[in-house]
């Protein structure tokens, strides 16, 4: 068993192209023998944004904390803490911290069979 | 793509047996199309609790809202907003909300492939 706070979880600068002003924790992972899926919590600094893409796995979102904005293919809409997302392969999306105070997520992602 | 605010997921009552004064709502599950895994999200009254038990998938656990308690095979640990688990499948657990405010988790399971 593993239980933590996420704020003992180190925060690393995501590698991906596109990513400004966001960190990632990864929480649950392989590392922990986790099989099926992962957990990470994502912070957006003011301003911070992901890639606006597309990709063949889903996320599972939870909002946490603050405010933010969910960009799809043709739309944008506000997040707030208590908001989940699902978002299926291949849907575009990005998420956005348009606000003056953090904006924080869990995203899980499934590991590929 | 499913974008709600968790509160307007239906909240019922686990079936399972030993659950007390605990309700779920099913935010994303096999029926918006995720094949991985589910997120489902647990209110425990003051006094609410989950059974002692153990099964063999995991749980990936974030605590949102109030205090509880986890209980492993052999200790009992504090849990406060913030806090995430991952209890490996075989894994003794149960979760006590022994507040008298309300505690609320996030609790992520697998699909069997």
Same mark, same amino acid.
């Given at each position: 068993?593993?239980?933590?706070? &996420? ?10 192209? /596109? ?27 003011? /301003? ?17 904390? /603050? *405010? /933010? ?27 956005? *911290? ?12 499934? &590991?590929?069979?």
């Amino acid at each position: 068993m593993k239980h933590m706070h &996420y704020t003992e979880v180190e925060e690393q600068i995501p590698a991906e192209e /596109g990513v400004r002003d966001v960190t990632v924790r990864w929480a649950i992972s392989e590392k922990d023998g986790a099989k099926n899926f992962a957990m990470r919590v994502f912070t957006f600094q003011p /301003g911070g944004h992901t890639p606006h893409h597309k990709h063949d796995w889903e996320h599972e979102i939870f909002v946490l904390e /603050g *405010n /933010g904005i969910l960009r799809s293919e043709e739309k944008r809409e506000p997040l707030r803490p208590g908001d989940f997302m699902f978002i299926k392969p291949g849907e575009m999306h990005q998420m956005r *911290n348009e606000s003056d105070r953090v904006f924080r997520v869990i995203c899980l992602i499934p &590991y590929k069979k």
